[in-house]
């Protein structure tokens, strides 16, 4: 085919770049390029400082990652801090090694970036007031921009040569397509009636105090500064939206429509001389033959000529000048005369061709007239938001002078929890935010981004610590529990019981009438086959294979507190054969990956463990 296949790389570390660079740009957790002063590094690698402000800075980028999962302040403290470090020792490495990317590359990749585009095009404009409302300058972005696609560099330089052998492959479909033969009885939870005494009541009570707690609740002020409400103050003139749509015409425009063939004749070993005079033969034929079916004929371009030439829609920048500027000029049902290219002569016909048409102003009025008012409001939200940045930090302690700065009046929500789902607090990053220990302590927080055109600071106006219930009101509650903690205990030895006979060589069918249970029987389950709840397959197919006939026995536990006891009789392995050679490959490109990525954790942690680190953090 013509066609030039245009892939951009988009690896690991791009995806990573790609996701975190927005307000506040961040990447890799790599700060502090500008003055320091002599205040007092908290970490430092190798001859880098990193101060309190860029721990700060690593951890709220970190957690607002991670916000919504559960992960507890001091883990996610702990992760940002040793991302923090291992970013450093990789670019350092990288550095010492030389590793360098060009400068078309770095400008190429920014380019890209959806948070400098405007209606899907990098826009200078936009490039640059971002940069600015974050007091950065455009070399220090690239700056970053460059380590990290030095760093992706290096990575894929372990990556891209890590690959899988027939073995591997071999090795993984027998497991995978593994087959098990077990038997099994599933014991309920028994009922449990009997009331527990005052004394186990208070003991329970006072082991499970966090269990009948109130939640930690807090209320807070926030200033939230929103595009589309900035947008929709912005009046528009009929000569404003005259102009708009004049200079930004070519969005309502749907473009010419083009579908061409073709019929290439290649000049191979005969030479351009007889390749030329098959296509002005084939030329004349076309003037009374289908031309279809002479591409199927005559075409050596094997791959669309079974399509009869056809190469679907023509598109500028995909195939060489000469062809480009002949497919261009042709009218519709119009065969060209031979054109020359690198892989021979050919001779094009359009197919299809739908003019270029552009939409008046009066039918996309309305979709003006909002692209417009977004377009005038973008400035005003960067400003202000460099604003509200700025005085909230210079005043951490209250709102009043941001919204005085800012003008966006203050507003105050109900008490909410961490899990609250209601108001501002149904976004994850403000919850996040107002339960952060900085903002507990009276602090505005940082500017949180909700998207990319709303920023909110917040600061918390009441906290209501989690407080244990009076044993009186839950009473119910904690005997409720207690029979279920028993009716556990009950089931869980009665397992015991039926496991430790069966190793003496009992039968599990005279054990489950013994105690009314029913014996299942499976046979050839696999992984991802079968009804089975999920808790029993997986411990099925990690238990270890029976070895001198003797079953595997062990005991699962559901998540409702049932118990089951299974006896694993037989292990097959899986068969190797794949009818699918593309399946096949991608497991192949699969364990290659997976071994790769291990291949260069290690090498990460090594290099770690090498650096010369030193951590001077409060514990």
């Known amino acids: 085919m013509l066609l030039k296949i245009r892939e951009k790389a988009q690896g690991v570390f791009a995806w990573i770049i790609l996701l975190l660079i927005c307000i506040p740009f961040a990447l ?10 002599k205040e007092t590094p908290v970490v430092t690698v190798g001859d880098k400082d990193f101060f309190q402000r860029d721990v700060n800075r690593a ?19 702990q992760q940002a801090l040793n991302k923090l470090i291992r970013d450093e020792v990789l670019l350092q490495y990288v550095q010492d090694q030389g590793l360098v990317v060009t400068d078309d590359a770095v400008r190429s990749f920014i380019s890209s970036l959806q948070y400098f585009q405007v209606e899907g095009r990098f826009d200078k404009k936009q490039y640059r007031a971002l940069l600015a409302a974050q007091n950065m300058s455009s070399a220090e972005f690239e700056h970053r921009i460059r380590n990290a696609l030095i760093m992706e560099q290096f990575q894929h330089s372990i990556l891209d040569s890590s690959f899988a052998t027939a073995y591997d492959v071999d090795r993984f479909l027998k497991i995978q397509n593994q087959q098990r033969d077990f038997e099994y009885v599933t014991i309920p939870l028994p009922k449990v009636t009997e009331t527990p005494s005052d004394e186990e009541v208070q003991a329970y009570y006072q082991q499970h105090q966090k269990d009948y707690q109130t939640p930690e609740m807090v209320a807070i002020e926030y200033i939230e500064l929103s595009l589309p409400e900035l947008a929709a103050k912005v009046q528009a003139t009929d000569q404003e939206l005259q102009a708009f749509y004049e200079e930004h015409q070519d969005l309502y425009r749907t473009e010419e429509r083009r579908k061409i063939s073709h019929i290439l004749f290649a000049a191979g070993k005969e030479g351009d001389e007889a390749a030329l005079a098959r296509a002005q033969k084939a030329r004349e034929r076309a003037e009374t033959e289908d031309f279809t ?3 199927k004929e005559l075409s050596d371009d094997k791959f669309s000529a079974k399509q009869g030439g056809d190469l679907g829609l023509f598109s500028v920048g995909t195939m060489e000048p000469a062809f480009e500027e002949a497919a261009s000029k042709l009218k519709e049902g119009e065969i060209s005369e031979p054109v020359k290219s690198a892989y021979g002569y050919h001779l094009i016909k359009v197919t299809e061709l739908v003019p270029a048409t552009t939409k008046p102003l009066s039918e996309v009025r309305e979709e003006v007239k909002k692209a417009f008012q977004k377009s005038s409001a973008e400035n005003t939200f960067y400003e202000l938001s460099e604003i509200l940045t700025e005085v909230s930090f210079e005043q951490p302690d209250n709102l009043l002078a941001a919204s005085d700065a800012t003008g966006i009046p203050v507003k105050k929500s109900e008490l909410f929890a961490r899990d609250s789902k209601q108001g501002i607090a149904a976004e994850d990053a403000i919850r996040e935010a107002a339960f952060s220990e900085e903002v507990l302590q009276g602090n505005d927080s940082e500017p949180i981004e909700l998207g990319t055109d709303r920023l909110v600071v917040l600061r918390v106006v009441e906290h209501q610590p989690a407080a244990t219930r009076p044993l009186q009101e839950v009473r119910a509650s904690v005997i409720a529990a207690l029979q279920r903690s028993k009716a556990r205990q009950q089931a869980e030895e009665l397992a015991e019981r039926i496991k430790r006979q069966l190793l003496a060589g009992e039968s599990l069918q005279k054990l489950a009438d013994a105690q009314g249970l029913e014996l299942q029987k499976r046979t050839a389950v696999t992984r991802d086959k079968g009804d089975l709840p999920w808790q029993l397959r997986q411990a099925v197919f990690k238990a270890a294979k029976p070895v001198a006939g003797k079953p595997t026995v062990f005991i699962v536990d559901y998540s409702d507190g049932q118990k089951a006891v299974v006896s694993l009789l037989k292990v097959t392995a899986g068969s190797v054969d794949l009818q699918d050679a593309k399946q096949r490959q991608n497991i192949e490109a699969n364990i290659a990956k997976v071994q790769g990525q291990a291949v260069f954790n290690a090498v990460i942690k090594d290099l770690q463990a090498k650096a010369d680190v030193t951590i001077n953090m409060e514990k």
């Not at 951890?59 to 403290?77: F, I, N, P």
């Open 293 to 295: 079916a002479l591409a």
């Open 28 to 37: 890799w957790g790599i700060q502090n390029y500008l003055d320091v002063g």
């Open 59 to 77: 951890y709220a980028e970190y957690s607002q990652k991670l916000a919504g999962m559960g992960v507890d302040e001091q883990t996610l403290k």
